[in-house]
């Protein structure tokens, strides 16, 4: 027996079959049901818990239908409504599959009713009031007409407004004024009566992206291995190859599905750099995603049915290289990317964009090559020389420099001492001031806040700064544009071993704040 | 006995072909043909044919920029029409240490920022797993990895695995180490880069010019002329890179005067810093 909080009271709010053998009602006061049962069992409702758990579970039924949703209009949780417009002969009919899908769910301990019509409306009303009934479209209206009020999806002050008018079956409301209902019951009660009759079409939301391609595989008995399931996807990837290939499509995205026998569906998605239908390679893809599952795969008590579907489709042609075309290779490049990226991951596979800024590590966006966008034609390409590595977070060091504008002439960094030789300079990179607002927020956090903090917060130039510091840590420190602290002056310095480093000067000599010197890069 | 020559090169192709390793015709020939001074054939090596495992090591951590240049400059000759990338590999622990690949900075290096695909990798079994799909790729000519560690997972069976695999796909691996030790490995060359003091701006002669490296070749394990340069007195090198590739530079002579050598004259030089700040600001 569960309780929940309604306006402040406890009050019950569901009950088993023994409890209401013993007289106790949804609604009553807990502390009353404890008086009148004193060993009762009672626990507290958690009704998020309850509508996630039930929305997994409306997720698994998509194994009997593809439009699979919750109806949320009366409870968050409850009412599960499958759209089996052309599936109920893989059932072998209607009936039959309604007998099916109730009663596995009762095999499994749970009380359902379930009932087919033409609407959403009437499904609901019949489930709940006449289970069991399959109605077709010519009776609906006559068998919908016997059914309670309560079967419309009503408010309660609406039903018992409306049993006060002596209308107490759907029946009555038929051919009554609209107008007048509408204004004494409220608008929902019109529109509930269309809905259920079909003359207002009633939209479903399918929790599950409706694939149109898509294999599947029941088994006999759970399966639970991961090789079981990767050898299954290979199957399933070359029916799902022929189906595209019939439609010439190629596809960018597939989803693995997973139905477990305790209601549960695992998903597993992966992404290709170009639209596909190579079984192979799409069953690769799957094995190297479950290389980096790491545990997360877990088949509960088995796996009983296997769905991958096919998601981005494009067409995708059969092509012939042409005898004067040269190969480059670019497909079997972007498959490479696929393997990689779908073994370590999208972010560990990146290329570099040069991007319409000067700040140098703003300047390049490293971007998976998978999720390629187009370049940026006013992108610079005709900079000043630049160093062949960055540091992602430039390092403090200590220089002895001409004032005001002079290359360092000495110079420590991670307690070495460097003797400059040769250096040219200064480039001045001035903050962005288009982004005064925002601009500290931003990948330049990190660098700038730590440079602004550094004098204080590290007194020893040479020690590292710590990398993981948070970024917000520095946005508030940081104030707003000020040139004297954002102006940064880079030096390219050779030592007398020929190393070369990329320096700069954050501040300028003179100012209120003592400049600040970083090493941010290494030339060849 | 003597065999007939056609018959040594069947039976060389015959191992070759069970040791599952392509002939290296092109790099006997290679080297045969550049035998007239050993610095040249050393400056051929430079071009070394695709399919080879090289091995680039810098003394320190803060040479990796001189480490990835000359790596850059090699791979680089690889690139051809059906071969147009190039993958870097760094454990993504190691970036802060050894610094990311910079995309604007491979411009001096001939090469679009577009051509190297970085692959920031979590663990080492991941990296050389990597490392196998990127050279078995037809159209990668080349696989550069970073390694700022010693890794236990990189010994010398894994590294004769590599070398198999990049002759078997030719796809040339760079492998990038640290460090004065040497560990056993199976590859074909080793190089020992150095950064040189440069020969500054032809109009500024107190500023940075074209990198300059020292090389030394360490090992060659080319087909029949293997460990043939190890007689030899001369194998190491300077060379700048230029905008025509690696030139050779000869600082014997005049050591401690580079700023007379004039810098290669077509070469768009990097103006200096100063004058651009309109654009800059």
Wanted: with cysteine; aromatic share 6%.
């Amino acid at each position: 027996m569960l309780w929940e909080r309604i306006k402040g009271g406890m009050r019950l709010s569901a009950l088993d079959a023994l409890a209401s053998k013993a007289g106790l009602s949804v609604g009553q006061n807990l502390s009353d049901a404890r008086a009148l049962v004193p060993d009762l069992l009672v626990f507290e409702h958690d009704a998020d818990f309850t509508a996630h758990v039930f929305s997994d579970f409306a997720d698994w039924h998509s194994n009997a239908s593809p439009v699979v949703a919750v109806d949320d209009t009366m409870a968050p949780y409850g009412d599960l409504i499958l759209d089996i417009t052309g599936v109920a002969h893989l059932f072998g009919g209607e009936d039959k599959m309604l007998a099916t899908l109730t009663s596995r769910l009762r095999a499994l301990g749970y009380s359902t009713h379930g009932a087919i019509a033409d609407t959403v409306g009437a499904a609901w009303a019949f489930a709940h009031f006449e289970p069991g009934r399959i109605v077709p479209e010519d009776e609906l209206e006559a068998s919908l007409g016997d059914l309670p009020v309560h079967a419309l999806r009503l408010t309660e002050t609406q039903v018992a407004g409306l049993n006060q008018m002596g209308l107490k079956s759907v029946g009555q409301l038929y051919g009554r004024d609209r107008k007048a209902l509408q204004a004494r019951f409220g608008a929902s009660l019109v529109l509930r009566l269309d809905q259920a009759l079909g003359a207002i079409e009633e939209r479903v939301t399918p929790r599950l992206p409706i694939a149109e391609h898509h294999a599947e595989r029941r088994f006999a008995g759970p399966i639970g291995y991961l090789d079981d399931v990767l050898m299954t996807v290979r199957d399933l990837a070359i029916q799902l190859g022929i189906r595209l290939g019939a439609e010439a499509l190629g596809a960018q995205s597939f989803h693995l599905f997973l139905y477990r026998v305790d209601h549960k569906v695992m998903t597993l998605s992966v992404n290709a750099a170009r639209a596909t239908r190579d079984p192979s390679h799409i069953a690769q893809l799957f094995v190297n995603r479950s290389e980096r599952l790491e545990g997360e795969y877990d088949a509960g008590f088995g796996i009983d049915m296997i769905r991958l579907a096919a998601g981005s489709l494009s067409p995708t042609p059969d092509v012939q290289v042409g005898a004067f075309e040269i190969d480059d290779g670019a497909e079997d490049l972007a498959r490479l990317y696929d393997r990689m990226t779908s073994r370590l991951g999208p972010l560990a596979v990146v290329r570099s964009k040069p991007v319409d800024t000067h700040i140098p590590e703003r300047a390049v966006k490293l971007e998976p090559v998978v999720a390629r966008t187009p370049d940026d034609p006013s992108a610079l390409v005709d900079l000043p020389v630049r160093p062949l590595r960055l540091l992602p977070n430039p390092e403090p060091v200590e220089v002895i420099a001409e004032v005001p504008h002079g290359p360092p002439l000495r110079m420590v960094w991670r307690r070495v001492s460097y003797r400059v030789l040769k250096a040219s300079g200064p480039e001045r990179i001035e903050a962005e001031w288009w982004r005064t607002s925002q601009k500290l927020g931003l990948l330049t956090a990190p660098t700038v806040g730590e440079a602004e903090i550094a004098p204080q917060d590290h007194p020893d130039p040479t020690k590292k700064p710590v990398k993981s510091e948070p970024l917000a840590q520095h946005v508030s420190k940081l104030e707003e544009f000020d040139p004297e602290i954002t102006v940064r002056d880079y030096y390219v310095v050779e030592d007398d071993a020929g190393r070369r480093f990329w320096v700069f000067r954050v501040g300028l000599y003179g100012a209120s704040r003592p400049p600040g010197w970083y090493l941010h890069g290494f030339f060849a | 006995m003597s065999r007939p020559k056609p018959d040594l090169e069947a039976l060389r192709a015959q191992i070759a072909a069970l040791e599952k390793r392509p002939v290296l015709a092109d790099g006997a020939a290679l080297l045969t043909k550049q035998k007239q001074g050993d610095e040249d054939e050393l400056l051929g090596l430079l071009k070394a044919p695709p399919g080879l495992l090289h091995e680039i090591f810098a003394d320190e951590h803060r040479q990796s920029g001189t480490a990835l240049g000359f790596t850059l400059g090699l791979a680089g000759s690889l690139l051809g029409q059906n071969r147009q990338a190039l993958i870097y590999l760094q454990l993504s622990a190691e970036g802060q240490e050894i610094g990311l690949p910079y995309g604007l900075g491979f411009q001096n290096f001939g090469l679009t920022p577009d051509t190297l695909v970085i692959g920031r990798i979590g663990t080492m079994p991941e990296l050389l797993w990597a490392l196998e799909e990127a050279i078995a790729c037809r159209a990668v000519a080349a696989v550069i990895v970073d390694l700022a560690s010693h890794p236990k997972a990189l010994d010398f069976t894994v590294s004769r695995r590599i070398s198999l695999r990049a002759a078997a796909a030719g796809t040339s691996a760079f492998l990038i180490r640290y460090g004065k030790g040497r560990e056993a490995s199976a590859a074909r060359l080793r190089w020992h880069v150095k950064p040189g003091v440069s020969a500054g701006q032809p109009f500024d002669a107190s500023a940075p010019g074209n990198p300059r490296f020292a090389i030394e070749i360490e090992k060659l394990r080319l087909g029949q002329e293997s460990g043939q340069l190890r007689q030899t007195e001369q194998h190491h090198l300077i060379v700048d890179w230029t905008e025509n590739g690696f030139v050779s530079v000869d600082t014997k002579k005049r050591p401690l005067a580079p700023l007379r050598r004039p810098a290669p004259p077509s070469r768009p030089q990097p103006a200096a810093l100063g004058d651009r700040l309109s654009e800059a600001s």
